[in-house]
């Protein structure tokens, strides 16, 4: 059985830094997007990573801001987000799809597996 387990929300500031992890059990190769939802909005997409982590994707808000990367050995994947905003501000979710993957998506169609979710809270 595939669980999915997020940790490293919390309270920022605007300006500050957090990194969430997305720690996968049950599944040896899969993609696996960053997705959130602010109260009133509809989910949106945010990052995601290919399985042989050749491929990644960002939604045009957070690039060059946001980082999602891989360890393979601890199968876990990581969303570094640096330079919050209160934007941010919303219930982040890792999803895998669970199968080898060249090229991912953050679409929620082709994800299988969702974690529980993590707070963010970007305010002064």
């Known amino acids: 059985q595939v669980h999915l387990v997020e940790s490293g929300g919390g309270l920022v500031q605007p300006g500050g830094s957090l990194r969430l992890s997305c720690e996968v059990s049950?599944?040896?190769?899969?993609?696996l997007g960053w997705f959130r939802q602010a109260p009133g909005k509809e989910r949106e997409g945010v990052a995601c990573?290919?399985?042989?982590?050749?491929?990644?994707y960002y939604e045009e808000s957070v690039k060059g801001r946001f980082t999602i990367s891989r360890d393979t050995a601890k199968n876990t994947v990581y969303l570094q987000m640096n330079n919050l905003k209160p934007e941010d501000t919303a219930v982040y979710y890792c999803?895998?799809?669970?199968?080898?993957?060249?090229?991912?998506?953050?679409?929620?169609?082709?994800?299988?597996?969702w974690g529980q979710g993590t707070q963010v809270t970007v305010s002064s």
């Open positions: 999803a895998t799809e669970n199968q080898y993957i060249q090229f991912c998506a953050i679409v929620d169609g082709p994800y299988d597996t």
């Open positions: 049950g599944l040896d190769y899969h993609g």
């Open positions: 990573i290919s399985t042989n982590e050749a491929n990644t």
